[in-house]
T-cell receptor, first 115, second 114 residues
Framework: AQSVTQLGSHVSVSEGALVLLRCNYSSSVPPYLFWYVQYPNQGLQLLLKYTTGATLVKGINGFEAEFKKSETSFHLTKPSAHMSDAAEYFCAVSFSGGSNYKLTFGKGTLLTVNP | NAGVTQTPKFQVLKTGQSMTLQCAQDMNHEYMSWYRQDPGMGLRLIHYSVGAGITDQGEVPNGYNVSRSTTEDFPLRLLSAAPSQTSVYFC?????????????FGDGTRLSIL
């Protein structure tokens, strides 16, 4: 069964500091990995995705993530945090084949950016 | 291009009442799903559908019914609302079989059961 673990339910950084949000997955077959962002009182917006090919993927708003198969990780980073990055971030995994259409989500990480 | 539209955006119910949360998409996506979001729990799958006339249970289906009579619409019914169903509900869609494609989410319905 597939699962996603986000380490740290709450991450706080200063404006201009590095953002690192951690995500580890469990999947018996090659995964498709996604990061979504949710701003207060809004729906989920796709930040970036990994399907196949290049393991370093770039997304919107300066975020990027690297797929590391050996570590079963897909951590999200941004070199310099902005106040507007304050939101909740969700890592999610799916995989192809069979009858499993599910997108499995982690429990989310709330990012706070301090001035 | 409206994408995924959910109505209502907010609703307050009394325990025991029934209601239907509406979800419609205009992207001709076969796959549609309903999630509930609770603090510290992430998003949990309630029910999903891979096409008109086909539905199946997700992780937390109890207390909810769904049907899929058209490709566009996927309503979620609460038969007898309970306080434990207070949550934010999201509908999502994507093309069937497109496992490597992201799901498109609606803006959510915030439901309170008193």
């Amino acid at each position: 069964a597939q699962s996603v673990t986000q380490l740290g339910s709450h991450v706080s950084v200063s404006e201009g500091a590095l953002v690192l949000l951690r995500c580890n997955y469990s999947s018996s077959v090659p995964p498709y990995l996604f990061w979504y962002v949710q701003y207060p009182n809004q729906g989920l917006q796709l930040l970036l995705k990994y399907t196949t090919g290049a393991t370093l993927v770039k997304g919107i708003n300066g975020f990027e993530a690297e797929f590391k198969k050996s570590e079963t990780s897909f951590h999200l980073t941004k070199p310099s945090a902005h106040m507007s990055d304050a939101a909740e971030y969700f890592c999610a995994v799916s995989f192809s084949g069979g009858s499993n259409y599910k997108l499995t989500f982690g429990k989310g990480t709330l990012l706070t950016v301090n001035p | 291009n409206a994408g995924v539209t959910q109505t209502p955006k907010f609703q307050v119910l009394k325990t025991g009442q029934s209601m239907t949360l509406q979800c419609a998409q205009d992207m001709n996506h076969e796959y549609m799903s309903w999630y509930r979001q609770d603090p510290g729990m992430g998003l949990r799958l309630i029910h999903y559908s891979v096409g008109a006339g086909i539905t199946d249970q997700g992780e937390v289906p109890n207390g909810y019914n769904v049907s899929r009579s058209t490709t566009e619409d996927f309503p979620l019914r609460l038969l007898s609302a309970a306080p434990s169903q207070t949550s934010v509900y999201f509908c999502a869609s994507r093309p069937r079989g497109a496992y490597n494609q992201p799901q498109h989410f609606g803006d959510g319905t915030r439901l309170s059961i008193l």
